[in-house]
């Protein structure tokens, strides 16, 4: 268990967190309890690569090798690769994962459920965390309390699919696309699967209070 003094610290939402007091959390053992999703999800990207002008699956692992990357932080999922963020993926963020796919790949739901909130009006991004609220992204909420969220996504893809808060969509159907906004140096995906937690008198964040949850997605 953490020490109990970071429960009196106040926890914005990620977009704008401090990013020292998340590694301070991130020590909690509650993030590392394993707990898996109870819902079945697809993957959020399209299964057949999408021409997005000079990008295919195969420029998708060279993107990450210009990018420099660590090749220790990059790994598979779902035939995508993908890279550990190990400053950012911490506590709450755990179980987030970071498809490298090209700006302007479509986004899936990854199960059908309710759009709870999102914003797509931002247009800048950068390496720094004062881009932070600068990110574009959507939730949608499914059964079990737990909440699908994609992040990095490009102005106006949300509201060009005529989504509105409160709509239901179905899983599989476009939501959005990728084109960096917020605090991000490369082409990506940020997506996680999480469960609000209010109930658990463990979690210390004040606030929202919520969990990433590991999870296996389905075959397309
Ligand atoms: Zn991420």
């Not at 299964?47 to 993107?63: E, H």
């Not at 090749?71 to 598979?76: A, H, S």
């Not at 005529?162 to 490369?186: L, N, P, S, Y």
């Amino acid at each position: 268990m953490m020490p109990l003094r970071h429960t009196q610290q106040t926890l914005r939402w990620f977009r704008s967190q401090n990013m020292e007091e998340l590694q301070l959390i991130a020590q909690h053992s509650l993030w590392h309890d394993g707990e898996k999703s109870r819902g079945q999800y697809l993957c959020p990207i399209p299964a057949t690569p999408w021409k997005a002008g000079r990008w295919s699956l195969r420029s998708w692992k060279n993107f990450a090798q210009v990018k420099n990357i660590p090749e220790d932080q990059l790994y598979e999922c779902h035939g995508i690769w993908c890279a550990r963020s190990p400053q950012s993926h911490v506590g709450p963020y755990l179980h987030a994962i970071d498809f490298l796919i090209p700006d302007g790949t479509p986004i899936l739901a990854a199960q059908s459920g309710s759009v709870e909130r999102f914003s797509d009006e931002n247009n800048v991004w950068g390496d720094d965390p004062e881009f932070r609220d600068s990110v574009n992204f959507i939730d949608i909420r499914h059964a079990f309390g737990e909440v699908t969220e994609y992040c990095h996504l490009k102005k106006g893809s949300i509201r060009a699919r005529g989504i509105k808060v409160g709509d239901f969509v179905k899983c599989g159907q476009i939501i959005g696309e990728t084109g960096k906004t917020g605090w991000t140096d490369r082409d990506h995906l940020h997506f996680i699967v999480f469960r609000d937690d209010e109930g658990n008198p463990d979690n210390p964040l004040q606030g929202r209070k919520f969990k990433s949850l590991s999870i296996r997605f389905l075959s397309h």
